[in-house]
Nanobody, 124 residues
Framework: QVQLVESGGGLVQAGGSLRLSCVAS????????MGWFRQAPGKEREFVAA????????NYADSARGRFTISRDNAKNTVYLQMNSLKPEDTAVYCC?????????????????WGQGTQVTVSS
C-alpha cells in the first residue's frame, strides 16, 4: 500500500512557475513508476508526465513538453513536477499516481495508487 500526498499548488500569474511535490508513504517507493495527471473543471483527467522508478527515463504530454520537468528523489520518497511558463489553460487539479507495472504509462488505468491532488490556478 502506498499513500500519496501532493503539495505546492497555488495561484500564479501566466508566465510564472510552480513546483509540485508528491510524498509517498509506505514501502518501496523505488518499486513504482510515477506519473502526474491533471483534471480541469468539466474536462477529463489527462496525462501530464511520467518517470521511471530509476529516474533514467521520462515521458511528457505534448502540452507539457519543454515547459514541465518531472523528477524524483527515491531517498526522500518524493516525485516533483517543475512547471515553468505557466498558461491559464494549465489550471487544474494535479494528482500524482504510482504504478507497480513497469512503463511510462500515459493512461490512468495503469496506475494503482493516487493522491488527492493539489489545485493549480494560473491567472491571465
Amino acid at each position: 500500500q502506498v499513500q500519496l500526498v501532493e503539495s505546492g499548488g497555488g495561484l500564479v500569474q501566466a508566465g510564472g512557475s510552480l513546483r509540485l511535490s508528491c510524498v509517498a508513504s509506505g514501502r518501496l517507493f523505488s518499486s513504482y513508476d510515477m506519473g502526474w495527471f491533471r483534471q480541469a473543471p468539466g474536462k477529463e483527467r489527462e496525462f501530464v508526465a511520467a518517470i521511471s522508478r530509476t529516474a533514467n527515463s521520462n515521458n511528457y504530454a505534448d502540452s507539457a513538453r519543454g515547459r514541465f520537468t518531472i523528477s524524483r528523489d527515491n531517498a526522500k520518497n518524493t516525485v516533483y513536477l517543475q512547471m515553468n511558463s505557466l498558461k491559464p489553460e494549465d489550471t487544474a487539479v494535479y494528482c500524482c499516481a504510482a504504478a507497480r507495472a513497469f512503463g511510462l504509462h500515459t493512461t490512468a488505468s495503469a496506475y494503482d495508487y493516487w493522491g488527492q491532488g493539489t489545485q493549480v490556478t494560473v491567472s491571465s
